[in-house]
T-cell receptor, first 113, second 110 residues
Framework: GAVVSQHPSWVICKSGTSVKIECRSL??????MFWYRQFPKQSLMLMAT?????????EQGVEKDKFLINHASLTLSTLTVTSAHPEDSSFYIC?????????FGSGTRLTVV | AQRVTQPEKLLSVFKGAPVELKCNYS??????LFWYVQYSRQRLQLLLR??SRESIKGFTADLNKGETSFHLKKPFAQEEDSAMYYC????????????FGAGTQVVVTP
């Protein structure tokens, strides 16, 4: 139980376009989800905390207008990378806190060309 | 601010040998500590949490508050233990946030 489904698993986009990443809780309700970013050979860095029905809380240094987070329902949080640039290329991972602990999505590999 | 340090980027051991992954943390309060594992092409999954005090897949980890450490140990490594291991801390005053260490790649050779 407590599975988080993340889509797409990989995406390639042109510089200047926007990309939406979805994170769904399949068999539980997630009032809070977390978005992480992972650079190659580096650790996961928390970007923001997504709260259902309210604004996301961003970590210091993360641009709110660049990384738009929407958590409109108890089972879906989305991260939109707006006006993507090559430096936004990274691995993005969502997570939710359940009764059994944190559960993670499978991640999205974003490549901006 | 909290910090999690995993000093070893890569740990190569022979099958059957003991393995220990080091994790040190800095946090002013009483944190909750975790070990996560990521096998090749799979998602991150929980291996251990210090409050549960269990042994999963032969791994154990003891929280040493005096040394601010949470080292992960297994007496006899298996090839299937080859993976990336992350130590993580959840501060008690920032519910839900996880601070990850840099990770240690474990390679178990036959």
């Amino acid at each position: 139980g407590a599975v988080v489904s993340q889509h797409p698993s990989w995406v390639i986009c042109k510089s200047g376009t926007s990309v939406k990443i979805e994170c769904r809780s399949l068999d539980f309700q997630a009032t809070t989800m977390f978005w992480y970013r992972q650079f190659p050979k580096q650790s996961l860095m928390l970007m923001a905390t997504s709260n259902e029905g309210s604004k996301a809380t961003y970590e210091q240094g993360v641009e709110k207008d660049k990384f738009l987070i929407n958590h409109a329902s108890l089972t879906l949080s989305t991260l939109t990378v707006t006006s993507a640039h090559p430096e936004d290329s990274s691995f993005y991972i969502c997570s939710a806190l359940t009764d059994f602990g944190y559960t993670f999505g499978s991640g999205t590999r974003l490549t901006v060309v | 601010a909290q910090r999690v340090t995993q000093p070893e980027k890569l740990l190569s051991v022979f099958k059957g040998a003991p393995v220990e992954l080091k994790c040190n943390y800095s946090y002013s309060g009483s944190p909750e500590l975790f070990w996560y594992v990521q096998y090749s092409r799979q998602r991150l999954q929980l291996l251990l949490r210090h409050i549960s005090r269990e042994s999963i897949k032969g791994f154990t980890a003891d929280l040493n508050k005096g040394e601010t450490s949470f080292h992960l140990k297994k007496p006899f490594a298996q090839e299937e233990d080859s993976a990336m291991y992350y130590c993580a801390l959840s501060p008690t005053d920032s519910w839900g946030k996880l601070q990850f260490g840099a990770g240690t790649q474990v390679v178990v050779t036959p």
